[in-house]
C-alpha cells in the first residue's frame, strides 16, 4: 500500500520524480489573493470613457469660445480702430495672422498647418489609453485650439490650407493673439506641470 502512494503520488506532496503536485481543488495561478487583489483595483480604477467625455467637452467649449469671438471680431471689429480695454496695457486689435500662434513663422503657413492637424490626430489616438482627469483637461485645450485655429487655415483666405488666423488679444509690448492661442498655451503649461510631477496620461504615477 505504502508503495502505491509512493507510485501515484499524494497531493501537496513530492511524486515519484520529486516534483510538487498541484493539491486537488487549489486555485489556479493568479486566482489567490493576489489575484483578487488586482482584479478589484481593475474593477475600481477610473473609467476611460468618462475621461474621454471630459477630454472632448473641454474641447468642444474651447473651440466654440474661440469660433464665436473670431466671428464677432470679423463682423465687428476688423477695419475699425482698436478697442481699448485696460488703457494703453490691453487692446482689441484684430489683424489676420498667416503664422504660427502669436504671428511667429509667416512664411510657414502650410507646414503650420500641417502641424496643427498632426496634433489633432496625435490627441485622438492617446486618448485610447487616457485614465487621468488633468491629462482630459490639458489635452482637451489643446485639442480644442488646434481646431481652431484649423478651422481658420482651411476656411479663411487666401486660400484651403493657407487661410490667415484671426487674432485680436495685443496686450501691451506683446503680440497679437487669439483665444485658440490661449488655449493652446494653457493645456500646455498643465501638461509641463503633470510631467513633473510624474503622473502619466493612464492615470499612473512614476517617480524618477
Known sequence: MAEAERTIGTPGTPDGDGEQTAAAGAPPAGTGAAGAGERQATAWRPGRGRRIAVLFAVAVFAY???????LLVVSRLEGHAPI???GDLLELHAIR???????FGAAFTIIFTLIAAAVIVVIIRLARKLYSFPWAVALGLLLGGALGNLTDRIFRAPGVFEGEVVDFIAPKGFAVFNLADSAIVCGGILIVLLSFRGLDPDGTVHKD
Open 64 to 70: 466654440a469660445l474661440d469660433l464665436i469671438s473670431k
Open 84 to 86: 481699448r480695454l485696460v
Open 97 to 103: 495672422n498667416p503664422g504660427a500662434a502669436f504671428g
